[in-house]
T-cell receptor, first 111, second 118 residues
């Protein structure tokens, strides 16, 4: 079935460092792709999404591009802040419209 | 990683009946569980947050009497869709976090339940 493989964490960065969290997927057809963020003690929040190849999702300085040729949707941010510390989940919505999640990557940003 | 089992994975029910969805943490104590719903071609929507032994906290716009959440033990939370109607047809997914799950600040997801009300 459709699945998402996400870079294992945890990831620890200094403030203003560049962030990349890798995500690749396996899917039949053309899934929609998502990045969700979860702050401590809270539920998931949608960070960004892309619905077709070459689409770029962006929000709060985060970006991810839907790459069909490499089946990837890597999350990037040019300069992270302490407030970006959270767990990030890559996900896809498969042909049945069911959501499949990666394992999550915990990011800690130190001042 | 920790394992969360959600059951059933798919269910079809008649309009007016109630459906119960179970979410179990198999190898850790889930002090907090989240219930989400996904509308077609949209992202997940958080429905409610439940802490073991307490009443669930529902998000704005979610009907408490329609979507009953029980989190009576550290390993089980249930979502009951009462008097289901076709517009309740959706994908429901739970996630759990708590003691024993490593790291304990991450949430682990169930497999999801596809509910179809006919």
């Amino acid at each position: 079935g459709d699945s998402v493989t996400q870079m294992e964490g945890p990831v620890t960065l200094s403030e203003e460092a560049f962030l990349t969290i890798n995500c690749t997927y396996t899917a039949t057809g053309y899934p929609s792709l998502f990045w969700y963020v979860q702050y401590p003690g809270e539920g998931l929040q949608l960070l960004l999404k892309a619905t077709k190849a070459d689409d770029k999702g962006s929000n709060k300085g985060f970006e991810a591009t839907y790459r069909k040729e490499t089946t990837s949707f890597h999350l990037e941010k040019g300069s992270v802040q302490v407030s970006d510390s959270a767990v990030y989940f890559c996900a896809l919505s498969d042909r049945f419209n069911d959501m499949r999640f990666g394992a999550g990557t915990r990011l800690t940003v130190k001042p | 990683g920790a394992v969360v089992s959600q059951h059933p994975s798919r269910v079809i029910c008649k309009s007016g009946t109630s459906v119960k969805i179970e979410c179990r943490s198999l190898d850790f104590q889930a002090t907090t569980m989240f219930w989400y719903r996904q509308f077609p071609k949209q992202s997940l929507m958080l429905m409610a947050t439940s802490n073991e032994g307490s009443k669930a906290t529902y998000e704005q716009g979610v009907e408490k009497d329609k979507f009953l959440i029980n989190h009576a033990s550290l390993t089980l939370s249930t979502l009951t869709v009462t008097s289901a109607h076709p517009e309740d047809s959706s994908f429901y997914i739970c996630s759990a976090m708590g003691q024993g799950a490593r790291p304990n600040t991450e949430a682990f997801f169930g497999q999801g339940t596809r509910l179809t009300v006919v």
